[in-house]
């Protein structure tokens, strides 16, 4: 079993919270940022840089785990699929920029947090996302 850290980046918009999805690069399906631990950095600080990266969005993540899921990452080069369990935090966006490292590689899309949910191929996540509520994290 491996471990990611992903972001789920949210904000308020006419008193509705949204969520920031982003495409998967191979299969194109629609997902959180997530990574890999990074040497030097916390899961939480790993999860913004992945939210920068991925998604385009900077802002305040929380230092508190929501939720996990699991997924199995199929590897580039063949192989089996790997079990991975990524720890999921929230992001609060502060700034979202149209030019960003994975730019060309990936499309983003805000939606509510129902469809956020409808949207995730796992099951895990979409309870994380339905669930997720700031006020109870004092967001």
Do not use: N
């Not at 699991?70 to 609060?92: D, N, Q």
């Amino acid at each position: 079993m491996r471990t990611q850290f992903g972001a789920l980046i949210w904000r308020q918009r006419k008193d509705k919270l949204q969520v920031l999805l982003v495409k998967s690069r191979r299969s194109k399906r629609w997902i959180i940022p997530k990574g890999w631990p990074m040497h030097g950095e916390t899961p939480v600080q790993a999860a913004a840089i992945e939210a920068w990266e991925e998604a385009g969005v900077k802002g305040r993540p929380a230092p508190i785990c929501i939720g996990l899921y699991s997924y199995l990452k199929t590897p580039r080069e063949g192989g089996l699929p790997k079990p991975c369990v990524v720890a999921v935090f929230p992001l609060k966006a502060r700034w979202v920029f149209d030019k960003y490292p994975e730019m060309h590689e990936r499309k983003r899309k805000w939606v509510s947090q129902k469809k956020a949910a409808s949207l995730v191929a796992e099951p895990e996540l979409a309870q994380v996302i339905r669930h997720f509520d700031p006020r109870h994290y004092k967001l």
